[in-house]
C-alpha cells in the first residue's frame, strides 16, 4: 500500500523549501550531515545501520503526476510557478553520498552520512534518510548491547508484533542480525534479507489441543527434529515432567514466563537426570539487556534468548536525536560553510570526513573529525563513497559483510564502552583546522 | 520495497504451527481476541485506531510462488507435505472479524478486535494483526494526551524523521490526526489520508542565504499568505525586531527551541506593539504534553504547536502490552474455550462483546465485558461486525468520521481520566456469566 519510493515520503517543508530554491534561482549545491547529537544517557556507542536501505530510496525516489496533481492542489503552493511541478515530474537525485558502512561502531557528534547535491536535492530527500537511519541504527545500537549481556549464547529478535508497525519490524529484524541477534521470528525479514529465522510454537497451539500432552506429542509427529516446546502455558515444571515420564524428548523447551532463573535451574537438573544434556532451554518473555545480564549473573541456566518488545522498540530510549545538517553552500564557485552556535545545538561546518586511530593491539583508541579537504593523519577514515552525481559506487553489500565488521569493531571497543550497566565516554577530537573554521564563522556573525 | 500484504510478514511459529494444524488434520474454527493487557503506568486510557489498515491487510494478503518455495527451502519445514504448500499458495482470508470503530476510547482487558476463522487462517495473521493495532493505538493514545494538554490550540505532529521507519510516520501522522491533532508534516499521509498538511521552512533554509534577512524576504517573496518564519536559527528576538523593523510580515512565527516560556511572551508583546496582532507565535522542539502543560500553565503565548519525537514514538511508553489470545475453538460441533489462568496473565475465555453504559449527562460510567451470546444489556456494544466469511461488512469509513467519534467519546470520558498527570482507573467489569465460564474452566483444569 505504502509506495516506498514516492518522493512524498517527507515532511512539507521539504517541498516548499525546494519551491523556493527553485522560484528564487537558488542554484547552489549544499552538503548536509547527518549524525547523532547527543547519545541516549544508556548508550556508550551506535552502531551504524539503515545506510543500504537509505541509498536504495536515493536509487529511486520519484513522484508521479498523481502525486504532483495533489501537491498543486496544495494552497501552500498557489502562487508557485509551473517550474516547480515539472521539477517534480522529471525529479531524481543527482547527488554524492558519503557514508559509514553498516556495521560501523560511531560516537555521537560524527557525520553517519553526508549528502552533497543541488540544494532543493539535497533538501528533499532530509525525512527519509532520517527515518531510514534512524530506526535501524537505534535498533542496531540496542541489539548490541543485548548480544553483550548473553554473554555468547544466541539471541533470536522476536519484536515484530509490538515494533512499530510490520515495516519496522522488517527493519528491526535486519538491524539487529546485523548487530549480532542470531536470528529473528519474522519471516518476511529472513526471505528478503537471507536472515535465519525462528519459531515453533506459542500458547495458543497448547490450549487448542483438548491436552498439553496431546499438543507436544502432536508437534513433535509433525518437526521431529525441530521442536522447541513452549511448555509454561499451564505449568511450566509439570510439563517437562510429563515430557519425560512419556519420553518425548524436544530438541529444546522455552520459557515465556514465570521465574525463569529458578525454573530454568530446577529444568537443566531434571533434563540432566533424565540423560536430556542436549535439550536446549531457551528463555523469553519480557527479556531485555538488564534482564538477560542479572540472570546469568544469578546462574540462570539459559542455552539461548528470545528478545522482543525493549529490542525492537529500543524501549529505554525509543530515539536517538539524529539530525541532518547544512555544513557547506557552494554557489558560483564561492564555498560558504555553515554552522549552528547555540551552546545546546552547535553544529560544525564544512565537509567533513571522521578518523579513527587504534592502538597497538588494535583497540579503538580515538576518532578525530576533520575537515574532508585536509591532509588525512594515518588512521582508518569512516566515511565512504557510496554515490558519485546520482550513481551507486559500489554494488550493495552483503548483509554478512557489515555483520561481521560489526562483531570486529564491537570486539575492538575498549570494554569500559561495551559495558551496559555504566555511562563512558569515547574520545572524539575535532581537527584544529575544523575547529579554527568554527570559530572564524562564529566571530562573522557577532 | 516492502510488498505490503504478503503472508511472510508474520512470525516463523504462525506458519509452523499452521502446518501443524494442516498435518495433523485439525480442522478446527477458532477464535482469538486482540486486547492491551495492562496500560501503561502513564496512560489511563487507549484510543483504538490501526483497525482499517488491519482490515486491509485481512483482504489481501497472500503468498507468491517465490515466497512458497522460501518456505520450502527452510530446514523446519523438511517433513512437511506438499498440501502445506498448495495450502498456502491458495491462502486467503476466509473469517469473521468484529473490532472496535477507529477512534473508540478502551481501556485494559478489552477485546478491541475478534477474529474468527479456520485455526491455521487465525493463526497465521497474528502478528500482521498486533503490528498494525498496536502501532496506531500507541500514537492515537499519546496523541489524545498531547491534544488535551494543548487545551484547544492546534497541534501538528512532526515525527517522521524520528518514527520508526518512514511506514511508521505514516502510520503515527495518521492516528495522531484521528486523536485530535489538527494535521501533519508528512506529506504522503496527507496525500493517502487527506490529512491537512502543515510546514514551511527549516534552519537549513535560513543558512543556505547570505543572511536571515535575505532568507526571509525570498520566501515572504514565493510565500506571501502562508509564511510561518523559523526566527531562532541565530538569535530569535534580534529576527524578530529586524521583521518588525523591515516591515516584513509574516503569517506567523515559529519558535524551535531556546526558552519558549518567555521568548513567547517577549514575541507577543514585541507582535502587540507593532500592531502585528494576528501573527501567530507556534512553538516546537521536543515538545511532549507535559511540556505541553506547563508552558501554559507559566502563561506561554503560544498559538498552536508542532510535536515529533515524543508523539510518534510515545517515548515515554513506547509499547502498549497488546496481545492476542486464543478464547475459544470448534471442532465437530463442540466447542471448547480457552483461558491462561496465572495470576499475572490470565485471559478470560469465550467470544466476547463490550459493553458501554453512560450517565444521564452521557459519560461513560463503566464497561461490561460479556460473553457474544449472552442477552445484551441495555448499552452500547463496542465491537461492529466487519468481516463476515472474509467479506467486508461495511466499506471503510471516513477518517473524518472515526476523528470524530474519537472527539466525541473524549469529550465523555470521566474527566479525572483525561488528566495527563494522574492515574486513574475506570470501572471495566466482566458479567457473571463470563466470570463462571472462567472458574469453571480453571477447576476443570486442577
Not at 295 to 308: S, T
Not at 335 to 348: C, G, L
Not at 357 to 367: H, L, T, V, Y
Request: glycine share 6%; net charge positive; hydrophobic share 45%.
Amino acid at each position: 500500500m505504502l509506495h516506498s519510493f514516492s518522493g512524498l515520503l517527507t515532511d512539507l517543508y521539504e517541498l516548499t523549501m525546494a519551491a523556493g530554491y527553485l522560484e528564487t534561482g537558488m542554484e547552489a549545491e549544499a552538503t548536509f550531515e547527518l549524525f547523532v547529537r547527543h547519545l541516549p544517557r544508556k548508550r556508550n556507542y551506535i552502531v551504524v545501520a539503515g545506510i543500504e536501505h537509505a541509498l536504495t530510496y536515493l536509487e529511486h525516489v520519484q513522484f508521479t503526476p498523481e502525486e504532483v496533481d495533489y501537491l498543486r492542489r496544495q494552497p501552500v503552493f498557489r502562487h508557485v510557478s509551473q517550474r516547480f511541478f515539472d521539477w517534480l515530474l522529471a525529479f531524481r537525485f543527482h547527488g554524492d553520498v558519503w557514508a559509514m558502512p553498516e556495521g560501523t561502531v560511531a560516537f555521537a557528534g560524527e557525520p553517519l552520512l553526508r549528502v552533497t547535491a543541488p540544494i532543493a536535492e539535497a533538501q528533499l530527500v532530509e525525512t527519509y534518510l532520517l527515518a531510514a537511519v534512524h530506526l535501524e541504527t537505534l535498533v542496531a545500537s540496542k541489539a548490541a548491547r543485548v548480544v553483550t549481556a548473553a554473554a555468547g549464547r544466541p539471541v533470536v529478535e522476536f519484536g515484530s508484533r509490538r515494533a512499530h508497525g510490520i515495516e519496522a519490524g522488517v527493519r528491526a529484524a535486519r538491524a539487529a542480525y546485523l548487530a549480532g541477534c542470531a536470528g529473528t521470528s519474522n519471516v518476511w525479514a529472513g526471505f528478503r534479507f537471507g536472515i535465519p529465522v525462528f519459531g515453533t510454537l506459542a500458547h495458543s497451539w497448547v490450549m487448542a489441543h483438548p491436552s498439553e500432552s496431546e499438543a507436544f506429542r502432536r508437534f513433535l509427529q509433525v518437526f521431529p527434529e525441530a521442536a522447541t516446546l513452549l511448555v509454561d502455558t499451564y505449568d511450566a515444571r509439570r510439563a517437562i515432567e510429563r515430557l519425560i515420564a512419556e519420553g518425548e524428548k524436544p530438541t529444546g523447551i522455552r520459557l515465556d514466563s514465570g521465574n525463569l532463573l529458578r525454573d530454568s535451574r530446577w529444568a537443566r537438573h531434571r533434563l540432566r537426570q533424565a540423560g536430556w544434556e542436549d535439550v536446549r532451554i531457551f528463555a523469553s518473555g519480557d527479556l531485555d539487556e538488564y534482564r538477560i545480564a542479572r540472570l546469568l549473573a544469578a546462574g540462570a541456566e539459559i542455552d539461548a534468548f528470545g528478545v522482543g518488545t525493549a529490542l525492537a522498540t529500543s524501549s529505554d530510549a525509543p530515539a536517538l536525536g539524529a539530525i541532518y545538517k547544512l555544513v557547506e553552500v557552494r554557489r558560483g564557485g564561492r564555498v560558504r560553510n555553515a554552522a549552528k552556535f547555540s551552546p545546546a545545538k552547535a553544529t560544525f561546518p564544512g565537509r567533513k570526513q571522521v578518523y579513527r586511530f587504534r592502538d597497538a593491539a588494535g583497540q579503538f583508541r580515538e576518532d578525530l573529525i576533520a575537515l574532508a579537504d585536509e591532509p588525512a593523519p594515518a588512521a582508518e577514515a569512516l566515511l565512504v563513497e557510496m554515490f558519485r552525481a546520482g550513481r551507486r559506487m559500489c554494488p550493495p553489500e552483503p548483509l554478512e559483510t557489515a555483520r561481521e565488521r560489526c562483531r570486529q569493531q564491537l570486539q575492538a571497543l575498549p570494554a569500559r564502552l561495551r559495558r551496559i550497566d555504566r555511562r563512558a565516554a569515547y574520545p572524539v577530537r575535532h581537527s584544529p583546522r575544523l575547529r579554527k573554521l568554527f570559530e572564524r564563522l562564529r566571530r562573522g556573525l557577532r
